[in-house]
């Protein structure tokens, strides 16, 4: 039972999706789980703008409670053997302490809890294999692994043709603002740009409209956590709006592009891939066809 996406996104990939027998109330793809029993839900509006959601998310965790509430008792009556949760961000997925609290002091389950850890690429191949070997299915997570690497080289050699690497900011939130950070750098390096905050296997850092301006990055793209397309473009006032964002490079160049970050940049999983293709799509388009155009990027 996965109660994060990704971990979702992992189990199918690795072809277990007709084990799963719950899913956090975040787990929407492949299409076939969103018919599972919901185990999660936010506590926090999260239909608000994007600093109210900022002042909800920060309001909990100074408070020390969690953003999300797990279903013990639903959880319980489905018997799961394996639970899915992760340790790296308490705010973007049901976090250990949350799974731990509920397996152990409410459920009466003895499931095998998985916590997976995603920092960087690497950690994402180890969090495969870990759940593969959990699972019982060792060999169908190596042959994922070199399957999805495979893929991610094929990119990574066509970016390395490109005649320029372009400076990039990535913003994944847009008021306050935050940077990219874990995997993003990583993703933007490979894909032939220059990354211009966050570090690649650390936590996204809060950065200010004034490194912005001062880097005048050749490219900004906007990959909200937790935001489709729609609910990124719908936010991108919160840039637009302030003072040079007109005098900016990338807005005179016409290299502003927006993400769904929910579906792909901010989600751990095999779709790191398709991720790291859409950055190819918008850092290179004279190498990349815009095949993930609309579904996982749009300019703005």
Same mark, same amino acid.
């Given at each position: 039972?996965?109660?994060?996406?990704?971990?979702?996104?992992?189990?199918?990939?690795?072809?277990?999706?007709?084990?799963?027998?719950?899913?956090?109330?975040?787990?929407?793809?492949?299409?076939?789980?969103?018919?599972?029993?919901?185990?999660?839900?936010?506590?926090?509006?999260?239909?608000?703008?994007?600093?109210?959601?900022?002042?909800?998310?920060?309001?909990?965790?100074?408070?020390?409670?969690? =953003?999300?509430?797990? !279903?013990?008792?639903? /959880?319980?009556? &489905?018997?799961?053997?394996?639970?899915? @949760?992760? +340790?790296?961000? $308490?705010?973007?997925?049901?976090?250990?302490?949350?799974?731990?609290?509920?397996?152990?002091?409410?459920?009466?389950?003895?499931?095998?809890?998985?916590?997976?850890?995603?920092?960087?690429?690497?950690?994402?191949?180890?969090?495969?294999?870990?759940?593969?070997?959990?699972?019982?299915?060792?060999?169908?997570?190596?042959?994922?692994?070199?399957?999805?690497?495979?893929?991610?080289?094929?990119?990574?050699?066509?970016?390395?043709?490109?005649?320029?690497?372009?400076?990039?900011?990535?913003?994944?939130?847009?008021?306050?603002?935050?940077?990219?950070?874990?995997?993003?750098?990583?993703?933007?390096?490979?894909?032939?740009?220059?990354?211009?905050?966050?570090?690649?296997?650390?936590?996204?850092?809060?950065?200010?409209?004034?490194? =912005?301006?001062?880097? !005048?990055?050749?490219? /900004?793209?906007? &990959?909200?956590?937790?935001?489709?397309? @729609?609910? +990124?473009?719908? $936010?991108?006032?919160?840039?637009?709006?302030?003072?040079?964002?007109?005098?900016?490079?990338?807005?005179?160049?016409?290299?502003?592009?927006?993400?769904?970050?929910?579906?792909?940049?901010?989600?751990?999983?095999?779709?790191?891939?398709?991720?790291?293709?859409?950055?190819?799509?918008?850092?290179?388009?004279?190498?990349?066809?815009?095949?993930?155009?609309?579904?996982?990027?749009?300019?703005?």
């Amino acid at each position: 039972m996965p109660l994060l996406s990704s971990g979702t996104e992992i189990v199918h990939a690795l072809g277990l999706g007709r084990l799963q027998i719950g899913r956090s109330h975040e787990c929407d793809y492949p299409a076939s789980v969103v018919d599972l029993p919901i185990c999660t839900k936010p506590a926090i509006a999260v239909s608000g703008s994007s600093p109210e959601i900022d002042r909800l998310v920060k309001g909990r965790v100074v408070s020390a409670l969690s =953003v999300y509430d797990v !279903d013990s008792k639903l /959880i319980a009556s &489905l018997e799961p053997t394996h639970i899915i @949760t992760q +340790t790296q961000c $308490e705010v973007c997925a049901v976090s250990l302490a949350d799974v731990e609290r509920a397996v152990q002091n409410e459920t009466g389950t003895r499931a095998h809890v998985i916590a997976l850890e995603p920092y960087a690429l690497a950690d994402l191949w180890r969090d495969i294999q870990r759940i593969a070997d959990a699972c019982g299915h060792a060999e169908q997570g190596r042959e994922l692994i070199a399957n999805l690497q495979n893929r991610l080289q094929s990119i990574v050699q066509r970016a390395r043709r490109a005649a320029m690497r372009p400076t990039v900011a990535a913003i994944e939130w847009l008021e306050p603002l935050m940077a990219g950070g874990n995997w993003v750098p990583e993703l933007i390096k490979l894909a032939g740009g220059r990354n211009l905050f966050g570090m690649a296997g650390r936590h996204s850092p809060w950065m200010t409209w004034g490194q =912005v301006i001062q880097a !005048d990055p050749d490219a /900004i793209v906007a &990959l909200p956590c937790g935001f489709d397309l @729609t609910r +990124t473009r719908a $936010e991108m006032h919160w840039l637009a709006e302030r003072a040079g964002w007109k005098q900016l490079r990338a807005v005179l160049s016409g290299r502003v592009f927006i993400c769904d970050g929910n579906q792909f940049m901010n989600r751990p999983g095999p779709r790191l891939v398709e991720s790291l293709q859409a950055f190819g799509e918008m850092l290179h388009p004279e190498l990349f066809k815009p095949e993930l155009e609309h579904s996982a990027w749009e300019k703005f």
